[in-house]
């Protein structure tokens, strides 16, 4: 479905990503994991061309790296950025209202459904984003993501900052989105979420892929994280 | 004096929602692209000179609509050819760029039309009084034009808080990159407000014509004072350069009406001074061109961020 070859990427003059090579499955759930600033961020950056890519990137077959963004997203490629971008003056209804891409085609995604899981949500549905708290924003940006069904969702660091029960809950959003068939690519630092959801484990190092493999793997893999994943 | 108070709350009125029609589509631009479009008011003035060529052939209502129509589409050419490929380069290009079109546009205008005021004017009929108070006129027309200026205040207000193009031009205010991955066209919106900007300010120069002069040099009257609003207002807030056009428009129109002197203000709280000399002299008349500017620089003093505004200039 995602066929990512020889992509590099540069910040100026520092040469950030330096030939990742990976793919993915339809219904696929894989795991980006690595220390900070090994070009995680940048590489789903760098697909959705927030970063000029150098290199292949392929969706679904056809190439798709240099496209302006929306263009990819039309595509049918959903990324939730790590700075969870809600829209602060919008209300939390219009927020997921503009992830539609079509408003005469609807998808399998329902405004109402996102707030019946999220009572926080619920209550908060007619003011302003910028009130919500950090957990409930970063509900709001993957669920508004998918509002605009997606058949790839890259989803940049959801639990970073956030209380264990929160981490908990994106966990369970994430486990429902896969079982609706969507594809994830999910970029972490900690191992905790990303081990029990993923079906595979991709691990960046330098900027390049150091590691793949499952969970299991990786768990018997002492010497690769303590080289690559362990503080 | 009740008849000053009434006639230039009016005016001052009137002259605050043409302002208005200027910075709303300045500050619009301004907070989506980051650009300070120098271009504004030669828009505001090529509306006023459409309307008067158009107006000889199609009669003065048709012209009215077409003016707007037209400025916005020489508006999206320059934004999709000229401002989006100088944008790659930053915004000091971007500024030149919109400098030098402000030139562009001035000569072209003395070229075609040439350099004394056109006649430009209203209808006969719209010359007509509205209501005469203490002996003192209203024209139809000003009653005309402060209604244009309402319902346009009303359209844009419904535009953008009501509608999903409003949503996602305020969601691309603040975060244009993710309006682009949820899958919308952010940059043909960008061309889009940039027309729409462009057709207000010409709709400003439309109706504002008639009452001031059309004449080459109307660009370079009213831009700075549109400039100073939005700084007033606050740098892309709309509520902002709403009250700071108000606000600019009837401190000036009664600084105009006004038949008194800085010796007599001072006067007025005891200080006792000859109301006659050099500087004590002065009227408020002839400060009245100035106060759009002493309010810049006191505002950049004392409230960067301006009236409503969340960004320091």
Known sequence: MLEVNDLHAYYGKSHILNGVNFSMKEGEVVALLGRNGVGRSTTVKAIMGEVPPQGSIRFRGEEIAGLPNHRIARKGLGYVPENRDIFPTLSVRQNLELGIKNTRRPGKWKVEQFLEMFPNLAQRADSPAGVLSGGEKQMLTISRTLMGDPELIMIDEPTEGLAPLIVKQIGELISEIARAGVSILLVEQKLSIAMDISHRVLVMGHGQIVFEGTPQELRADEAIRKEWLEV | ?313
């Not at chain 2, 000889?56 to 077409?66: E, I, K, Q, T, Y």
């Not at chain 2, 719209?126 to 359209?155: K, W």
């Not at chain 2, 001072?266 to 002299?281: I, K, R, S």
């Open chain 2, 1 to 313: 004096m009740l008849e000053i108070i009434v006639f230039s709350t009016l005016n001052g009125l009137l002259y605050g929602l043409l302002l208005f029609m200027l910075s709303s589509g300045l500050t619009l631009i301004f907070s989506m692209m980051g650009v300070l479009n120098f271009a504004h008011a030669s828009f505001y003035m090529l509306g006023a000179y459409f309307a008067y060529a158009l107006g000889l052939h199609v009669g003065f209502w048709p012209a009215l609509l077409l003016s707007p129509l037209l400025v916005a589409g020489l508006g999206a050419v320059v934004e999709r050819f000229g401002l989006r490929r100088v944008h790659e380069h930053g915004h000091v290009a971007e500024l030149l760029f919109t400098f030098g079109l402000a030139y562009v546009i001035d000569e072209t205008v003395h070229l075609l039309w040439g350099s004394i005021p056109v006649s430009y004017t209203a209808p006969e009929y719209l010359r007509a009084p509205l209501f005469s108070l203490f002996g003192t006129d209203y024209s139809i027309y000003r009653g005309v034009t402060m209604m244009i200026a309402v319902l346009m205040f009303v359209a844009l207000w419904y535009l953008l808080r009501k509608t999903r193009v409003g949503m996602m031009i305020r969601a691309a205010l603040t975060h244009g990159a993710m309006v682009g991955h949820l899958g919308h066209n952010v940059p043909r919106l960008f061309m889009g407000v940039f027309a729409f900007g462009c057709a207000l300010a010409a709709l400003a120069g439309v109706i504002g014509g008639p009452l001031l002069s059309t004449e080459p040099g109307m660009a370079q009257a009213l831009g700075p004072v549109v400039f100073v609003v939005v700084v007033v207002g606050g740098m892309g807030s709309l509520l902002g350069a709403f009250y700071a056009s108000l606000l600019i428009g009837l401190v000036q129109t009664f600084f105009v009406a006004l038949d008194v002197s800085i010796g007599d203000l001072l006067n007025a709280v005891g200080f006792g001074v000859d109301p006659y000399g050099e500087v004590t002299g002065i009227t408020l008349a002839s400060i009245a061109p100035m106060t759009p500017f002493i309010l810049l620089v006191l505002i950049l003093i004392f409230r960067p961020r301006g009236l409503m505004g969340e960004l320091e200039p």
